[in-house]
């Protein structure tokens, strides 16, 4: 049956879930994508902002891009040894609510839900950067493209596609050869040509200069360049998903995915300055990535050009697929602990955890509309929320081995380090782009904060509310009265009877009669269909009330006419049995249903507590 | 209830099932719209298409609107007795499947339904073209303006605010006067000058002409000129709404609309020509609509400019409206006949036709995206349905004159004029636009017709197979098998155990062991809170069955248990008590219930016949 698979199929499960193992080959391309894929964003953030200092500027990227090598080698080392002391997962909410408190846990999370949506965001609009300066025809559609992209990723997840290694593997080892081939000709090239290698495509010249550096155009150029680092605690979250030796395999498979991140950004860095390629304006015409203007001056624009401009497309587009893979399970994660609605944590038909992927995908399109499309508006908002993150976990780790006996001066101390390092960092990008946007984040914050603290309490209220420490009240039990409402006489009709004498000797159909003779012909047969084999059967003949709806209305009549018979009979439950049409075809089934749904919505939606909704399948044939 | 009456509330009755009638001057704003705001449309569309022609070009957007405003009241004729023919209200639909056939009918609606369509795109564009001819600085915002205006269309639509005259008769009133106030002042400084006004705000100068005029170009502004129409069938509609004596109302009803958009339409064309307005490149920067221009030159940009301008803006988002309230109705219509999911015929939650209107947002969302946004491009695909409509609805009346007797000649005459005249029109149109998109008109409307028959042939093969002649087979019956799936012992849990009792005594509690003790500590106590109390009142003790998940899965556990107990009693029915939570506030219960649904979907799809679920509310106190 394809529409079980499809609908009912083999869970999403995630690959701890599954007892699935994998290696650092794998774990390479599942875990580094998200950091891998910012080193194709994040270089062009930071040059993005030397535009004003004209050619001058460019050379600037090679201390930014040290400073930011710098930080990631301490958050490096601080995560080898999250890792050895969390191999069941170490994910800054984890971690930090282990350690510091709730509070500092859901600030954690509430840090993380909003990076995962710039991910997603900035990932999108970044691939379509990409492709734009492939192909600048394209330009005044990006935030189009931007939308389907997100619309595909959103369906795929829905869809429960699972995560396979493979289809992860291909782009993002295309990706790193592709750079790194660049990397390695360029630099021949400029060692060849004594530092000054002419480039095959001459990038743009940069525009004039209209401002010399200052230590506050380095700041913000750092905090732009920090995006590059997002992504990184990423195999801290998944140790689980790695073969034995469990840590050993995921400190090794981090250890790789730092090694290549740094010889890209450092790489990137000098053949910028060698070549002397200047970001050109996001969102203007003829914008081009820096990747793809380093691409052509160091290969030209042949074949090698667009088969690394389809690998970053994909891999940045696949980072924001990294996301909505997180993302939901976040979420769940929270909604298990009660902050946030318990919906997060239930698997939707298709066995993912669909109100995650909605949400993310939601907010995701909220903000490439907001920013129509454009990374470069986005980036203010970014890197708060991952530092902040960062910082929270590695805080957590300092207070989890100051716990420890005896002592573990040197852990306390690298984690420390990282600690302070990005705190420092969040407080600077804080600074740096506090006026651009970074308020945003911070507002956010204490929003989420508060929502879910809100949605705790209300789980806790809930719980007071019906909880019990009695035993059942089993006494002066009545048989339900059952109503059915029939509209014509069918087999399903006919079930529906049957079922409701197993249940009670008090059966009502309701049918509202309508305009047409032909639909109010059948109450003339309810004797010889229903009425005489009941009493066949010895039992009490069902009765056939007839209510008018002065509409056309069908629903509300029913509803009417069920509260009343609840009202009449206070000591009975009623129970009011509502056919539903299954098919074969998924596609089929979008045109039966809907009505028995909304039916019940309307009997059950704050009326009387006595009245029950039983659901009785029809399975149609082919 | 606030919640009550927002959930539930009155239903959005149109104004014939409300019964509540109203006169021409609420007529002209409720059933006008449409056809008045396309006198912002109409015209600048023609003149878009005149640009390459220079200066010259404008002169001839006088003898366009002349043909136009001839073929407008030759329409008009031929509305005015389709009227008096159908007082029960004449859609195209109605009157071509009732005087032709089925075929033609579903015709009419296929071509009415992306009518509608393209009506709710080309207002929502055109709106947002207004504002940004007002504030250019908007420009760039185009699409995301567009999409923020259809999301709150939707909603509100979604929501079921009803249509009330004075919400639409403010804005239709002040965008009338305000047009018919330009065009008087125009006039009157036109007259003073002798034919020569000196603008007060100069429309930029007309681009070089780059061709001259041919029958093709003339044929082009024509076709495009006629979205000017669309909206004129509304009054024919929507007889049934207006008070005694109907048809005379509704006939001062088109004749005052049809009397007003002809004055526009000439004063308009008129005006342009003397003040040499050409129009400007939808979509480039530096965009302005013509009546912009228009209302700049002839009396400067001061508030009266504004207001104006206001005035287009709000008719024009409310004609898209007007396409919300009228597409989802006609879907029901279609879906009564059992030619579309007959989800569309039921009445939502906030009882509209929630699914039209989802199904009509998610369509033009597509289109704003496709084509950006912006207007003019959207044309080619315009004005092909509306026109078929007419001509359809027109030639159902020859069809219904031919078969009167005595022969009303004159009948025939007018609406056989009609149905040449219009029907000749679709044939223009289809040719000028054929390769600008007309097509996809064209190919849309085969695919529609056939998606609407294959749905009324599935539903006849349900009916087919559910069909029954035979009394119910009442014999052999045994109470059910009852599973409650509880987790913990509250007041729910004890309530669906006491309903349980009410119709069965073989009870069992199915339990998911979890990893957390404290979650399983409540089976020890199940003695005492469920088998003492049963034995008391004299029932067999319930069973409690402890199943384990290897993940942390509950439903699917669940969904396996059920399915087995149904496997093993393959004569009784197997009644899976599913408690709900209601909350007092709408958002609280987003916070519940999600998984009550999904446990059922999961029992209930393609599952066995004999399982069904009842769904017992619990009503949660503030």
């Known amino acids: 049956m394809a529409l079980l698979d499809l609908i009912l199929g083999r869970p999403l499960s995630s690959l701890e879930e599954r007892g699935e193992k994998i290696g650092p080959v794998a774990g390479i391309s599942i875990f580094g994508l998200d950091a891998l894929s910012s080193a194709a964003y994040g270089p062009e953030a930071a040059l993005t902002l030397l535009i004003p200092l004209g050619a001058a500027g460019v050379a600037y990227i090679v201390p930014v891009s040290f400073s930011i090598i710098v930080l990631l080698g301490i958050v490096y080392f601080s995560y080898l040894q999250t890792i050895a002391a969390y191999p069941g997962g170490g994910g800054s909410y984890t971690v930090a609510r282990e350690n510091i408190g709730a509070g500092a846990g859901l600030l954690g999370a509430a840090a993380l839900m909003i990076d995962y949506v710039l991910t997603a965001a900035v990932g999108i609009s970044a691939g379509v950067g990409a492709l734009v300066s492939a192909a600048p025809g394209l330009q005044p559609h990006t935030l189009s493209l931007c939308l389907a992209i997100l619309l595909a990723i959103t369906l795929i997840n829905l869809r429960g596609v699972r995560e396979t290694g493979g289809i992860f593997m291909v782009p993002t080892y295309l990706f790193v050869a592709s750079l790194l081939a660049m990397i390695a000709i360029g630099l021949v090239k400029t060692v060849l040509s004594g530092g000054h290698p002419i480039p095959v495509v001459a990038p743009p010249p940069p525009s004039p200069a209209k401002a010399a550096i200052t230590t506050w155009i380095f700041?913000?150029?750092?905090?732009?360049?920090?995006?590059?680092?997002?992504?990184?605690?990423?195999?801290?979250?998944?140790?689980?998903?790695?073969?034995?030796?469990?840590?050993?395999?995921?400190?090794?498979?981090?250890?790789?995915?730092?090694?290549?991140?740094?010889?890209?950004?450092?790489?990137?860095?000098?053949?910028?300055?060698?070549?002397?390629?200047?970001?050109?304006?996001?969102?203007?015409?003829?914008?081009?990535?820096?990747?793809?203007?380093?691409?052509?001056?160091?290969?030209?624009?042949?074949?090698?050009?667009?088969?690394?401009?389809?690998?970053?497309?994909?891999?940045?587009?696949?980072?924001?697929?990294?996301?909505?893979?997180?993302?939901?399970?976040?979420?769940?994660?929270?909604?298990?602990?009660?902050?946030?609605?318990?919906?997060?944590?239930?698997?939707?038909?298709?066995?993912?955890?669909?109100?995650?992927?909605?949400?993310?995908?939601?907010?995701?399109?909220?903000?490439?509309?907001?920013?129509?499309?454009?990374?470069?508006?986005?980036?203010p908002l970014y890197a708060i929320g991952a530092f902040l993150a960062f910082t929270l976990s590695q805080s957590g780790m300092v207070m989890h081995w100051l716990r420890r006996r005896p002592m573990a001066w040197h852990n306390i101390a690298l984690n420390g380090l990282g600690a302070v390092a990005t705190g420092i960092t969040v407080l600077v990008v804080l600074v740096a782009k506090f006026a651009a946007g970074a308020w945003v984040t911070l507002a956010l914050m204490p929003l989420l904060l508060a929502t879910m603290t809100a949605v705790k309490r209300h789980y806790r209220r809930v719980e007071a509310e019906i909880a019990s420490r009695n035993p059942a009240d089993l006494s002066r039990l009545s048989p339900p009265i059952v109503v059915i409402p029939i509209q014509s006489w069918t087999k399903v009709a006919e079930k529906a009877l049957r079922f409701a004498y197993t249940v009670s000797h008090d059966v009502r159909a309701v049918h509202v009669d309508s305009e047409e003779e032909?639909?109010?012909?059948?109450?003339?047969?309810?004797?010889?269909?229903?009425?005489?084999?009941?009493?066949?059967?010895?039992?009490?003949?069902?009765?056939?009330?007839r209510v008018t709806s002065p509409y056309r209305f069908v629903l509300r009549p029913i509803a009417d006419y069920v509260s009343k018979v609840a009202k009449d009979n206070p000591d009975h439950y009623v129970s009011v049995v509502v056919p539903e049409l299954f098919e074969r075809h998924w596609y089929h089934s979008l045109l039966h249903n809907q009505r028995a749904e909304v039916l019940k919505a309307r009997l059950m939606w704050w009326s009387n507590p006595r009245i029950v909704v039983v659901s009785v399948p029809w399975y149609l044939k082919e």
């Open 219 to 379: 700041l913000q150029v750092f905090a732009s360049g920090c995006t590059a680092m997002t992504g990184v605690e990423a195999v801290s979250n998944g140790v689980k998903a790695f073969r034995e030796p469990t840590a050993r395999n995921a400190r090794i498979t981090l250890t790789m995915i730092i090694a290549v991140l740094i010889v890209l950004l450092a790489g990137i860095a000098y053949l910028d300055s060698a070549y002397r390629i200047a970001a050109t304006d996001p969102g203007a015409p003829g914008y081009q990535s820096v990747l793809a203007m380093m691409l052509g001056a160091i290969a030209g624009k042949g074949p090698f050009f667009y088969v690394a401009i389809g690998s970053i497309l994909l891999v940045l587009a696949l980072s924001a697929n990294t996301a909505f893979a997180d993302f939901p399970r976040l979420c769940r994660i929270v909604a298990e602990d009660g902050y946030l609605p318990r919906s997060f944590a239930t698997t939707g038909r298709r066995l993912v955890y669909s109100e995650g992927i909605w949400v993310l995908a939601v907010l995701t399109a909220g903000l490439l509309l907001l920013f129509g499309g454009v990374t470069d508006r986005l980036i």
């Open 518 to 545: 032909e639909d109010n012909r059948f109450c003339d047969c309810w004797a010889e269909y229903a009425e005489a084999p009941a009493r066949a059967a010895g039992l009490a003949p069902p009765k056939l009330d």
